[in-house]
């Protein structure tokens, strides 16, 4: 296995000791990435065995490992399909190692053996919220409504991070609850800055690819000559301008961690096919009771009726401004992390009608869905560059690879 930087491995980069003009430029600026050999990391895992894996992703497996200084790392092996070039790889991780707040997963390092292309993370000792509290009763973790305020507080200042803070700023594209890992005290971090892409201060928005779990892939096959378009709903995390025309901003981020607060509220995951017609999409839901004035019906029946009601239907109407189908009328994230700790109040008058599914179904293909179809798309486009920053992005079945189930709707067009 040829090995790209041998000189470097176990060892804190410096771009000093590097000779490579080429790998120098790479590695400039990038001064606290830990190189960590494929061997280590195999020593770390077991070989990746497989009682070590605890997480599978689009892009990859997740392994938990003991690194040589004992420290407890999650070892994520990026897959096949997902791997990028050293260039890219290495411009990743610039923007991750340079990127350190309480909410945000800490990147250790990472492998750039050969083929592999590993990234190394501070180990989250209590899992994702989708694993805990929307993991249908399969954990011990008890979220009372004071840790459930916390977590959320926790993710809205990593966000208001990314989006405010850092220069240039950095919309994460993939909020949602399967990225939120948990530490020992159940602090909320955000993970998986693997998608994320700076978006240069003076830009308003990019166009470009989704990524990530798809909320909505818009295919248009060749054999039947774009007769046919095959809608996709997956977790409902996308805001509805990202999943139709690609059109990423961070009102995008806003629109999923609005859907997130509501879930962590609820308890429930925002989708769920189980449930009668109206109740499914929960964000229609909140919607319906929000009109109706019955809000607190939906926080989580596990608390007991143990939460401040006032406190909570705040929270699920903060949820609904995220969520708004015009993407200038969301808040900002801080204003978000002022309203959801009192700071600011939150403005009744200010929450329009959510972006949701059913109404930009009608609205964009004029037909109701003919039938309802399951089906595993493979997702993770590898768009070519060239095809970015067209609308028609996700128009093209293009390259697949990562397996995502998905609820298609197939309809005329
Ligand atoms: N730093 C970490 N500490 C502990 N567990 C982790 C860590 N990173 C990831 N995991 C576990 O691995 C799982 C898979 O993570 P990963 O980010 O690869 O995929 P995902 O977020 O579930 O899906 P997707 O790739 O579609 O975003 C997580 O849900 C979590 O359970």
Known sequence: MTCCFPFLFGKRIKSSVIRDPDIDEEFSGIQNVILYTYNELRVATDDFSPANKIGEGGFGSVYKARLKDGKMAAVKVLAAESRQGVKEFLTEINVISEIEHENLVKLYGCCVEGNHR????????????????????????????????????????????????????????????????????????????????????????????????????????AEIKQNYRLFCWGKGYLAPEYAIRGQLTRKADIYSFGVLLVEIVTGRCNTNARLPAGEQYLIERTWTLYEQGELARLVDVSLNGEFDAEEACKFLKIGLLCTQDVPKF??????????????????????????????????????????????????????????????????????TAATTTFTAQYCSP
């Open 118 to 221: 590993i990234l190394v993370y501070n180990y989250l000792e209590n899992n994702s919220l989708a694993q805990t509290l929307l993991g249908g009763g399969y954990s011990n973790i008890h979220f009372n409504w004071q840790t459930r305020t916390r977590i959320c507080i926790g993710i809205a200042r990593g966000l208001a991070f990314l989006h405010e803070e850092l220069r240039p700023h950095i919309a994460h594209r993939d909020i949602k609850a399967s990225n939120i890992l948990l530490d020992k005290d159940l602090t909320p971090k955000i993970s998986d800055f693997g998608l994320a892409k700076l978006i240069p201060a003076n830009v308003t928005h990019v166009s470009t690819r989704v990524a990530g779990t798809m909320g909505i892939i818009l295919l248009a096959c």
């Open 330 to 399: 969301r808040p900002s994230m801080s204003s978000v992390v002022k309203m959801l700790t009192g700071e600011m109040d939150v403005d009744d008058s200010k929450i329009t009608n959510p972006g949701l599914i059913s109404d930009f179904m009608d609205l964009k293909v004029g037909v109701k869905p003919k039938s309802n179809v399951d089906m595993k798309i493979l997702s993770s486009y590898n768009a070519s560059s060239a095809s970015d920053n067209q609308d028609t992005t996700m128009t093209s079945a293009a390259s």
